[in-house]
């Protein structure tokens, strides 16, 4: 099993959903506003703009496991859906899952999700 985690600009979410609905199959996800910051630059942070500041930038971090097999579509869907070209379209981060158990039944593995 993997584990997707991509954080994403926020308006940017509709078209990955749309491309995971039109995909289908998936177990489900996690959507979560979050907060951060890439590479140093200019930025503009209270007292004015400094060389190298950070400054944090709003995002949206989705958060999806499936099987092994699925793992590299949906990292393709997520990356067409949501690539402008432009500085800040996000990060796409792929981890092994050892194992899920789903707290109603007790299911283990792929059956879990």
Not at 7 to 34: H, K, S
Not at 47 to 57: M, Q, Y
């Amino acid at each position: 099993m993997k584990e997707i985690k991509a954080v994403i600009q926020p308006f940017m979410l509709e078209n990955v959903l749309d491309a995971l609905r039109e995909y289908g199959d998936l177990p489900g996800l996690t959507v979560t506003e979050v907060l951060g910051w890439g590479k140093p630059g200019t930025a503009i942070v209270p007292g004015g703009p400094h060389e190298g500041a950070h400054a944090f930038a709003k995002r949206t971090k989705l958060e999806i496991v499936l099987s092994d097999e699925t793992a590299d579509a949906v990292v393709d869907l997520i990356t067409r859906a949501t690539r402008t070209g432009r500085r800040g379209d996000g990060k796409v981060f792929l981890f092994n899952v050892k194992d899920v158990i789903k707290i109603r039944t007790g299911e283990r593995g792929v059956s879990a999700l």
